[in-house]
């Protein structure tokens, strides 16, 4: 018996040995592929790089013909209608989420059905959203949304210029029908593993349903919550095909947000198969670092937040 508990244990430990090397491996794997990326596309920059430095992020002209790059269009384009889309998305998103958690979770069924529809909707191909947005959501913001805009609201800067569907606001509603189903999903799950002791103690005081989700489960679940908009900003920062089908896809800054624009990853799939010469292929490359590094702050710049929120917290009623 004791020789037999010795060979388990033996077998455990080694079990346990082959356990953390995968683990490790797989931890140092992810990280050398960031790294691999990363190396590989400041090198393939590097002419760029040098040609321009800094100046290549501040240009505001983007001319191939005469080997003139500027960045900086397609910085704010991305910048804007990712903000769009959060600003848009994310009060659409929560609700549903605090629907699906809080109220449709009892009834027979319906939560689980809605929960379905909400992932499926996840799973559609971005060029589908992008047909749909240029046959439907075009012609409708061309024609019902963004003339009274224009009409009542033209004196203010953001809606100063005259219609034409295809532009910053357009896109911004496209990723945001995008994202509200990854926010959804994900809010609902943290939204649902909220201990029920928490909204009990509420209940037992006399708290209404919004009192109880406003200061019982939504501070709880905040940093989830967190994580799950970043999530979808990530999405919206790595958007191509539905977006550069209603974008516009002109090279400019403006104040308006029914002018056209152009993203990171617009120019990316419009020209890159375009370049001419080596200098304009490298700008391109540098494009690319530039998304890359893009999303690493701000997939940086959430854990941060995140661990300012959750630092020492603790639940108070």
Same mark, same amino acid.
């Given at each position: 018996m004791?020789?037999?508990?010795?060979?388990?244990?033996?077998?455990?430990?080694?079990?346990?040995?082959?356990?953390?090397?995968l683990v490790a491996t797989a931890a140092i794997g992810i990280v050398a592929l960031l790294l691999v990326l990363g190396a590989e596309l400041v090198n393939n920059s590097g002419l760029s790089l040098t040609t321009y430095g800094l100046?290549?992020?501040?240009?505001?002209?983007?001319?191939?013909?005469?080997?003139?790059?500027?960045?900086?269009?397609? !910085?704010?384009?991305?910048? +804007? =209608?990712? %903000?769009?889309? *959060?600003? #848009?998305?994310?009060?659409?998103?929560?609700?549903?989420?605090?629907?699906?958690?809080?109220?449709?979770?009892n009834r027979r069924g319906m939560g689980s059905l809605l929960g379905a529809l909400v992932e499926l909707l996840a799973a559609v191909p971005s060029v589908i959203y992008g047909l749909w947005g240029l046959f439907f959501l075009v012609p409708v913001m061309k024609n019902y949304v963004e003339p009274p805009l224009h009409s009542y609201m033209g004196f203010l800067p953001i809606f100063g210029t005259?219609? !034409?569907?295809?532009?910053? +606001? =357009?896109? %911004?509603?496209? *990723?945001? #029908?995008?994202?509200?189903?990854?926010?959804?999903?994900?809010?609902?799950?943290?939204?649902?593993?909220?201990p029920n002791s928490q909204r009990e103690a509420m209940y037992s005081l006399g708290a209404t349903d919004w009192e109880v989700t406003r200061k019982a489960v939504l501070p709880y679940a905040r940093s989830g919550i967190f994580g799950a908009t970043i999530l979808g900003l990530g999405r919206a920062v790595g958007e191509t095909m539905a977006v550069t089908m209603v974008i516009g896809n002109a090279p400019s800054i403006s104040a308006s947000l029914l002018s056209e624009g152009?993203? *990171?990853?617009?120019?990316?799939?419009?020209?890159?198969?375009?370049?001419?010469?080596?200098?304009y292929a490298s700008a391109m490359v540098e494009i690319g670092l530039i998304l890359f590094a893009l999303a690493l702050a701000i997939n940086f710049f959430a854990r941060v937040l995140v661990w300012r929120m959750t630092r020492g917290a603790r639940f108070r009623i």
């Amino acid at each position: 018996m004791a020789n037999l508990s010795k060979s388990s244990r033996r077998a455990r430990s080694r079990g346990d040995v082959v356990l953390r090397s995968l683990v490790a491996t797989a931890a140092i794997g992810i990280v050398a592929l960031l790294l691999v990326l990363g190396a590989e596309l400041v090198n393939n920059s590097g002419l760029s790089l040098t040609t321009y430095g800094l100046g290549f992020l501040t240009g505001t002209v983007w001319d191939p013909v005469h080997l003139v790059f500027g960045a900086l269009p397609f !910085i704010y384009g991305t910048l +804007l =209608t990712s %903000g769009l889309a *959060l600003l #848009i998305g994310l009060p659409i998103s929560l609700g549903v989420a605090i629907f699906l958690s809080e109220k449709a979770r009892n009834r027979r069924g319906m939560g689980s059905l809605l929960g379905a529809l909400v992932e499926l909707l996840a799973a559609v191909p971005s060029v589908i959203y992008g047909l749909w947005g240029l046959f439907f959501l075009v012609p409708v913001m061309k024609n019902y949304v963004e003339p009274p805009l224009h009409s009542y609201m033209g004196f203010l800067p953001i809606f100063g210029t005259t219609p !034409i569907g295809t532009d910053f +606001l =357009t896109a %911004g509603v496209i *990723l945001a #029908i995008m994202i509200i189903p990854t926010v959804t999903a994900v809010s609902r799950d943290i939204l649902n593993a909220v201990p029920n002791s928490q909204r009990e103690a509420m209940y037992s005081l006399g708290a209404t349903d919004w009192e109880v989700t406003r200061k019982a489960v939504l501070p709880y679940a905040r940093s989830g919550i967190f994580g799950a908009t970043i999530l979808g900003l990530g999405r919206a920062v790595g958007e191509t095909m539905a977006v550069t089908m209603v974008i516009g896809n002109a090279p400019s800054i403006s104040a308006s947000l029914l002018s056209e624009g152009y993203t *990171l990853t617009s120019l990316i799939v419009n020209q890159f198969n375009e370049t001419t010469s080596s200098l304009y292929a490298s700008a391109m490359v540098e494009i690319g670092l530039i998304l890359f590094a893009l999303a690493l702050a701000i997939n940086f710049f959430a854990r941060v937040l995140v661990w300012r929120m959750t630092r020492g917290a603790r639940f108070r009623i």
